[in-house]
C-alpha cells in the first residue's frame, strides 16, 4: 500500500525519479536532492506535485536540527507563529497572522492541529515530545476540504513511525546551560513473523528553575514533563485467512506536564490603571496635576497606588534579568492523552478503505499573579477538563487514473469543562473609589472573587469529498467540498464571592446563569489548477474556504450579554509553482496569496483573560518561498523567507490601551471623576491597522557540511539563522508592546560513525538581540506590562545510539 511508503527528512540525499505520469531517465548514482513524500492531500504524493503552500519536515530534519518541541518549528517554517504564554493552555499558532489563543475556553484554535489524523481541541493538547515522528506537515491557508474542523488559517499535521517488521531502537540523552535534562527512547519489536509489531517511545525532561522569585525566595519556571505511546500493528494482508481484514493500528499515549511555570517578566512597574489604582504614582500624578480640581474641590483624577499605600516599592524591571518580584501562587499542571484505532482496508477495485476512531483528553489546571508584582492586587486560576470523541470513514481511490477521488464521513463529540477564578483581593478593593470616600472594598470587604463555571458540547458533523480530474499528463484540476453543521451547548454561572450590587464585567457584579446553544454549518470548497510545465517545473491556481464556528465567550459579560460570537469564514487565493532545476540538485518553491476573513473572531486581554469579539472583516496577503542547493556531495544551503501583511479591513470595536481610556473618559467625555474602568466604554476603530503577533518578514536560512574523518567517522557542522520581523504583542497596538525584531543563531556539531548508529552532538543557540519577548500583555487593573522573555543563549550535548 503506498498509504505506508516511509517519508525522509530533508536534509539526507537519495537518488530519486520523477513522478510516474512525468518519468524522466535518471542516473541512479545521480546526485539529486532527496524525494520528499506527503500525505497534505490525505494521499502519499511528492512534496513537489502538491499543488498547495506546504512544509514538511522528516524525521531525519527533526533529528538533526534538534527539533523536539513544535514552538521550534517556527524557525524553519515561512509565516508560521507559535505564541507560548502564561500556561501550555494558553499556546497560540498562527498561520499567516491568523490563530486563536486558547486561555479563553470558549473560542476555538484556527489553525487545526492532527496527531496521526485525529483533530485536537485544544492547543495545549500539543505539549507531548516530538519523538519517534515521521514527519510534520505545516499546511498554510484554510483546510476547509479534508481537514475541516477548525482549520480557517491552516493546519499543522504530526504523524508518528508505524511499528514496522524489523527490530528498531533509539536512546537518547541531553543535558543544556539551563541545567535540563532530557531522556527519550524508543524500541519496535516485529511480533514473529506474521506482519505484527509493537512500537513503544517514552520521554522525560526535567529542567531546573530558570529564574528566582526575590519575594518568595523560590525557584520559577522549570521544566517537568513526561510521557510515552504504544502503536500496535495487526498486519492481516497477504494471509489468506485473513486478508479482508486488511491493516489495524492501535494507539495509546500519555504525557504529563507539572511545572513552576510560567511567570511573565515584569516590563515595567509604571503605567495608568483603568481602576485608578495604579501599582506606583507615574504617570498618574501627572495626569491629576494635568486634570486639576472638580467643582467641588476634588482631584477629578483620584488614585492611589499600591507603591504609597503599602509603604514599599517594587525593584527596579529588569525583564531580562534572573529576578522576578510577585507574591501569588504559580503553577501549570496538564494531563493530556487517549487511545485511538484505525483501520486501512484494500479493496478489490484498489481502493482503501480507512476508519479512524479516537477518543481524547485534556486537563489543565493553571494559575498566576495577575497583576505580576509582589503586591496583592490580583490573582488568576483557570481549570479545564475536556473529554472528545472523534470517528471517520474515508475511502481513497488508488491514483493514476483519469478520476482520483477521495470521500468520507466525519463526526466529533466533545464536553469541555472549564472555571476560572479572577481573584481581587482586599488590598485593590480599598483603593478602588467608587464615589466620594466609598470604595469597592465597602461592598466586598476582604476582597472578592468571580467565579466562572462553563460546561461547553460541541457536536459536528461533516461529509466530504474530492475528485482530481487528471485531464492530460501535464494538467490536472481538482474540486473538493465539504458540508459541515456544528452546534455549542453552553451552560454556566458567573457568581461574585461576596455578591455586589454594581456590574463591572470582567471584576464583579450580579450573579448570572447561562443556557445557550447555537448552531451553524458551512460550505466549504476548494478549486485547484495544476500544469506540469515539464517534469521538474509544476504551477498551480487555487480557490479554497476554510469555517470556524461561533460560540460563547468565558469570561463574565456586561448584563443582558451571553458573549456569543459569530462563526468565522475565510477564503484564500494562491498561485505557486514547485520546481526542480540543475538536475535536481535545486529547489525553488513559492506561493503568493490573498485570504479575505469574514467575522474573524479577535481577542484582547481585559485584565483577567483574553476576551472574544466578533472583529469585522481582515485580510491577509504576501508569499512564501522555499530555495534548497546541493553544491557537492556534502555540502547543503537552504532558505526559507516568508512575507505577511495581515490588517483589519473594517474593526470599529477594538480595545483601547489604558492611554486611550483616559482621554476618553476624561478629556472627551469631560469626566469630573470616577474611572475609565467603571464608568465608561472604550473602543477605537482599527481599520486598516496591523493585528497583533503577525511579524511581516520571517527568513530562516542553514548551511550543512559534512566531512569524513577517517575510515569510519563522520563530522558534520550545521549553521542556521533565522529572523523575525517586529510586531505588535496585543491587539490594542499598545507601543509598548511592540516587540523589536529578532535574530537567532543555531549551531550544531555532530560527530557519527558511517552507519550512523551513534550520534556525539555539540549545539549552542544564540539570541543575537537581546530585547526579544515571546509573548507580552498589559495590565489595566494595576497599569504596568509584562511579558515572556526568551532565552538569550543555550547550548548543550546530546548523546544517540540507534540501529
Excluded at 506536564?257 to 504617570?283: F, K, M, Q, R, W
Excluded at 485580510?619 to 512564501?624: I, L, M
Aim: hydrophobic fraction near 35%; include cysteine; aromatic fraction near 12%.
Amino acid at each position: 500500500m503506498r498509504k505506508y511508503l516511509p517519508v525522509f527528512g530533508a536534509s539526507l540525499l537519495l537518488p530519486v525519479s520523477g513522478p510516474a505520469a512525468l518519468a524522466q531517465e535518471s542516473d541512479p548514482n545521480a546526485l539529486v536532492l532527496e524525494e520528499i513524500l506527503v500525505t497534505a492531500s490525505r494521499r502519499v504524493e511528492r512534496l513537489q506535485e502538491v499543488g498547495m503552500s506546504v512544509s514538511a519536515f522528516g524525521s531525519d530534519f527533526l533529528q538533526g536540527t534538534g527539533v523536539n518541541q513544535l514552538t521550534d518549528l517556527e524557525q524553519y517554517t515561512p509565516n508560521l507563529k507559535i505564541t507560548p504564554s502564561t500556561d501550555s493552555n494558553g499556546t497560540s499558532y498562527r498561520i499567516r497572522g491568523i490563530g486563536s489563543v486558547g486561555t479563553n475556553s470558549g473560542i476555538d484554535p484556527s489553525v487545526g492541529m492532527f496527531i496521526d489524523g485525529v483533530y485536537q481541541g485544544r492547543a495545549g493538547m500539543s505539549i507531548s515530545d516530538l519523538i519517534d515522528v515521521e514527519r510534520i506537515e505545516v499546511l498554510r491557508g484554510p483546510q476547509g476540504t479534508l481537514y475541516g474542523k477548525n482549520t480557517a488559517a491552516g493546519a499543522i499535521s504530526i504523524i508518528t513511525k508505524q511499528p514496522t517488521n524489523e527490530f528498531e531502537y533509539l536512546a537518547e540523552a541531553g543535558y543544556d546551560s539551563e541545567e535540563r535534562m532530557e531522556l527519550r527512547g524508543m524500541v519496535n519489536v516485529p511480533l514473529g513473523d506474521s506482519g505484527h509489531a509493537m512500537r513503544l517511545s517514552a520521554y522525560g525532561i526535567d529542567g531546573d528553575h530558570m529564574y528566582r522569585n526575590t519575594y518568595t525566595g523560590k525557584g520559577i519556571n522549570d521544566a517537568n514533563k513526561y510521557g510515552g505511546r504504544a502503536r500496535l500493528l495487526f498486519n492481516f494482508e497477504g494471509d489468506t485467512t485473513t486478508d479482508g481484514f486488511g491493516q489495524f493500528i492501535a494507539s495509546l499515549d500519555y504525557s504529563k506536564e507539572d511545572t513552576d511555570c510560567c511567570a511573565l517578566a515584569t516590563i515595567t512597574y509604571e503605567g495608568l490603571s483603568t481602576l485608578n489604582s495604579p501599582i506606583t504614582s507615574t504617570p498618574s500624578a501627572q495626569w491629576q496635576e494635568m486634570l486639576g480640581n472638580n467643582a467641588l474641590g476634588q482631584p477629578i483624577l483620584r488614585f492611589n497606588d499600591f507603591e504609597t499605600a503599602e509603604g514599599f516599592s517594587p525593584p527596579e524591571a529588569d525583564p531580562f534579568g534572573d529576578d522576578y518580584w510577585f507574591n501569588a501562587d504559580l503553577g501549570n499542571e496538564v494531563d493530556v492523552g487517549g487511545a485511538a484505532l484505525e483501520w486501512n482496508r484494500d479493496l478489490e477495485s484498489g481502493s482503501t478503505l480507512t476508519f479512524i476512531n479516537a477518543w481524547r483528553f485534556y486537563e489543565s489546571l493553571s494559575m498566576f499573579d495577575g497583576d505580576f508584582t509582589a503586591y496583592d492586587a490580583s490573582r488568576t486560576t483557570t481549570d479545564i477538563d475536556l473529554d472528545q470523541y472523534s470517528s471517520e470513514l474515508r475511502i481513497t481511490s488508488e491514483g493514476g487514473e483519469t478520476i482520483d477521488y477521495q470521500a468520507g464521513l466525519y463526526a466529533y463529540r466533545s464536553t469541555l469543562d472549564s472555571q476560572g477564578d479572577f481573584e481581587q483581593r482586599e488590598d485593590l478593593l480599598e483603593k478602588i473609589v467608587l464615589f466620594g470616600d466609598i470604595t469597592m472594598a465597602d461592598f466586598s470587604p476582604g476582597g472578592s472573587t468571580n467565579i466562572d463555571t462553563n460546561e461547553y458540547t460541541t457536536t459536528s458533523y461533516a461529509a466530504f469529498g474530492q475528485a482530481v480530474w487528471n485531464i492530460t499528463e501535464a494538467f490536472s484540476t481538482t474540486l473538493g467540498l465539504r458540508y459541515t453543521y456544528e452546534k455549542k451547548e453552553r451552560v454556566g454561572t458567573q457568581i461574585t464571592t461576596p455578591s455586589v450590587p454594581f456590574d463591572t464585567p470582567p471584576i464583579a457584579g450580579p450573579d448570572i446563569a447561562y443556557d445557550d446553544d447555537r448552531s451553524d454549518t458551512a460550505l466549504s470548497p476548494s478549486l485547484n489548477f495544476r500544469y506540469f510545465f515539464n517534469p521538474d517545473v509544476m504551477g498551480y491556481a487555487m480557490v479554497s474556504r476554510g469555517f470556524k464556528s461561533g460560540g460563547y465567550d468565558q469570561r463574565r459579560q456586561a448584563l443582558g450579554e451571553t458573549g456569543e460570537f459569530d462563526e468565522e469564514i475565510s477564503t484564500s487565493y494562491e498561485l505557486g509553482w514547485k520546481t526542480s532545476w540543475g538536475n535536481r540538485r535545486v529547489q525553488f518553491n513559492g506561493a503568493l496569496f490573498f485570504v479575505d476573513y469574514e467575522d474573524f473572531q479577535a481577542q484582547s486581554f481585559d485584565g483577567a483573560s483574553l476576551k472574544v469579539t466578533n472583529a469585522g472583516d481582515m485580510e491577509s496577503y504576501g508569499a512564501e518561498l522555499e530555495f534548497t542547493y546541493l553544491p557537492t556531495t556534502n555540502v547543503i544551503f537552504g532558505s526559507a523567507l516568508g512575507y505577511n501583511k495581515a490588517e483589519y479591513k473594517s474593526f470599529d470595536n477594538g480595545q483601547c490601551t489604558v492611554q486611550q481610556s483616559f482621554e476618553q473618559y476624561y478629556i472627551i467625555e469631560g469626566a469630573q471623576g470616577g474611572t475609565p474602568g467603571t464608568a465608561s466604554v472604550c473602543l477605537q476603530d482599527l481599520a486598516g491597522q496591523p493585528i497583533d503577533n503577525a511579524p511581516e518578514w520571517t527568513i530562516s536560512s542553514y548551511i550543512q557540511y559534512d566531512h569524513e574523518m577517517g575510515s569510519d567517522l563522520v563530522g558534520t557542522a550545521r549553521l542556521e539563522h533565522s529572523y523575525t520581523d517586529s510586531y505588535f504583542l496585543d491587539q490594542d497596538l499598545d507601543p509598548n508592546l511592540e516587540n523589536d525584531s529578532v535574530n537567532l543563531i543555531n549551531l550544531r556539531l555532530t560527530l557519527s560513525n558511517q552507519a550512523r548508529t551513534w550520534e556525539a552532538i555539540l549545539w549552542g543557540r544564540n539570541l543575537l538581540d537581546e530585547e526579544y519577548y515571546s509573548w507580552g500583555i498589559d495590565a489595566p487593573t494595576v497599569g504596568g506590562y509584562a511579558g515572556v522573555v526568551a532565552p538569550g543563549s543555550t547550548y548543550g550535548v546530546t548523546l544517540r545510539m540507534m540501529n
